[in-house]
């Protein structure tokens, strides 16, 4: 018979697969809003100094082939919290604002949360910033998993004046806060008193900036930083991008201040591609914006550190998504995923570690009303924005016409190949198809009456 001690830890591993507490490293998940794949310093942008979130490429790895498995802030944003493609639960759109989202907009309750399973697993869960998955009581992020909220519930939010958005206000927990200083800085003070509060016990801090998302609004220390830039939407986006490269430098400072940098893993995406048009947010050589299945909309700076244990100043070429974060999360945890819970990202770590050489991805897959993309190693089936149209959420996708494109060879698609390779295209279809068949249709199609005046479409029958 084996000793005792022995025995224990092989029921505790058995139970559900929990590591001592003081091997669960803290996560901390930083989400930039809106900003585009080649506005970052690392990312190749010189305009706009980003040292901060460079050191995390420096210390840890930068994936350049990084996707959100949507192409707008709030379904990415369901896809980050479960690890599970956020259509196959219906959560498909956005909601439209606060005033004429439909009642049942919200992280179905079907759904467990990222901060649901960490807190299982003894973790303290705060979130400091935008939500955007819910403004009715049940989906308040209290109810779903998180201990502390200090934030707000819509899709964006002014920065300076708190007491702006009536349907939309600041809140600490479920009550309103009337006054804050420019939101950046005030999440990023928020998530510090957080980590300096928890800082002897495994903590999941989870910090959506609304920047850089619309509206352009900057302080003027930020603003002054870049008074060589002639264009003021210019000027003020990179004084938005500037400040928060600062907020997440405090941020990154407390770590190393409280020696917690080895213990924590730190993940940073932006939840969707820049809308360049609106707040000059770039894509660099991407093809398309915001709201479309073309790279640009899809494909977002994504970089993961964590020192000493993941190597640094890695660039890491494979296709990864952001539905991969929450069980690497719980891998670094100690937390066994279970089959039944059906998740569609996968642990990281031995990819990031070389113990894997492989794809951490068969394929990916997308589908964003009338539009849809498949990317099967280099290559990728797309199909983007009708001719003309925006944001079709009617209208449901069909393969007809779609384009191929080797994104090895042509990261701008340009050259449709379909009619070269229709075997490829037969081929990703076929994996589409097969995907597109474990969905639900959507719960909710936004209404886009008094947002933009026009361009109101009856839902589909
Ligand atoms: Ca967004």
Known sequence: MKPLRSFCCFSAFAAGAIAAPADRPNILLIVADDLGWGELGCQGNPQIPTP???????????????????????????????GRYQNRFGHEFNPGPAEQAVANFGLPLSETTFPQRLKAAGYVTGMFGKWHLGYQPEFHPLRRGFDEFLGFLGGAHRYFDAAADRANPILRGTAVVDKMDYTTEAFARE??????????????????????????????????????????????????????????????????????????????ISDNGGPTASITSGNGPLRGFKSQTWEGGIRVPWMIQWKGRVPAGRVDDRPVIQLDILPTALAAAGVAVKPEWRLDGVNLLPFLRGENDGAPHAALFWRFGAQMAVR??????????????????????????????????????????ATKHPEKVRELAAAWTKWNAELIEPKWVPTRAGKAGKGVKKKAK
């Open 376 to 417: 099967l190693g280099d290559w990728k089936l797309v199909k983007g924005p009708g001719a003309g149209a925006g944001v079709e959420e009617n209208a449901r996708v069909t393969l007809a016409g779609a384009e191929l494109y080797n994104l090895k060879d042509d990261i701008g698609e340009s050259t449709n190949l």
């Open 191 to 268: 998530t510090v008193g957080f980590i300096e509060r928890n800082r002897s016990r495994p903590w999941f801090a989870y910090l959506p900036f609304n920047a850089v998302h619309a509206p352009l609004e900057a302080p003027e220390k930020y603003l002054q930083r870049f008074a060589g830039i002639a264009d003021e939407r210019r000027r003020t986006f990179a004084a938005m991008l500037s400040s928060m490269d600062d907020a997440i430098g405090t941020v990154l400072a407390k770590l190393a201040e409280l020696k917690l940098e080895e213990n924590t893993l730190v993940f940073f």
């Open 52 to 82: 901060h979130i460079d050191s995390l490429a420096k210390n840890g790895v930068r994936f350049t082939n990084g996707y959100v498995s949507g192409p707008y802030c709030s379904p990415t944003r369901a896809g980050l919290m479960t």
